[in-house]
């Protein structure tokens, strides 16, 4: 029978990589984005077209109401870059327990044990649900919390890009025939999916190419 995997896919960079990468391990993949309130739905928009032309078996966008960032309220602003270490306003409150709960879910539903996600320890914004120890405690309530993992299956949420670097995930994706260019990972994109190359996301995207050696063909404002 062929492996089932739910690919957390918000269209940005790390999720098309951990698309590529289930689809290279043969996986049927079913991709699963959210609109959650963020302020533009540019990144959704790649995620459709990225999905479909990885022809994977269903794409599901689900709607949920997540408040409390700079990304989703109105009356706060995305800051540039900071680099100090702290969390950043961009830390939506249980944003990866909400989506990780929802894959489960349908992957209990399509018989699928496996779960994509594109977080990461080593370039990234300090965010609490991005740990390992977050990730090996969500499959623990994963076989806890369903009637299969009840029976006896076991569920595992896959983070290849967990421990790589920014330049390393791009170097794996171009690998696997990524086009970069068509992802969007800007928290301030534009409605033409142009990025501010100020944010978090777009510094340490900036980086990855810059010490990957490859050109960035992001499309900037």
């Keep these: 029978m062929q492996k089932k995997a739910v690919i957390l896919f918000s269209g940005g960079l790390d999720s098309t990589t951990c698309l590529a990468i289930a689809k290279a391990q043969c996986f049927d993949c079913y991709a699963l984005s959210f609109h959650y309130g963020q302020k ?3 990144e959704l928009e790649a995620a459709k077209r990225i999905a479909a032309a990885a022809n994977v078996v269903e794409h599901k966008i689900v709607t949920v109401d997540l408040s409390g960032s700079a990304l989703t309220d109105v009356d706060q602003v ?23 709960s929802i894959a489960l879910g349908w992957a ?3 018989g699928a044990f496996d779960i994509f996600i594109g977080a990461n320890v080593m370039d990234y914004s300090g965010y609490p ?8 405690a969500f499959e623990k309530l994963a076989d806890l919390a369903t009637k299969a993992g009840v029976e006896g299956a076991h569920y595992r949420v896959n ?3 967990l421990h ?4 390393d995930i791009i170097k ?15 928290y301030r994109a534009d409605e033409h999916g ?5 944010c978090d996301s777009c510094m340490y995207r900036k980086k990855g190419f810059t010490e990957a050696g490859v050109a960035d063909q992001t499309s900037y404002i």
């Design 40 to 42: 533009h739905s540019t």
């Design 159 to 161: 983070a290849p890009l």
């Design 129 to 136: 649900d991005c740990r390992p120890e977050y990730l090996r």
């Design 78 to 100: 995305v800051e540039d870059y900071k680099g100090d270490g702290l969390i950043p306003t961009t830390y939506v409150p249980a944003r990866n327990t909400v989506f990780l």
């Design 164 to 167: 790589l670097t920014k330049a």
């Design 172 to 186: 794996e994706g171009l690998r696997l025939g990524i086009n970069y260019s068509t992802t969007v990972s800007c």
């Design 194 to 198: 142009r990025a501010c190359g100020t």
């Design 108 to 110: 209990e539903v399509i």
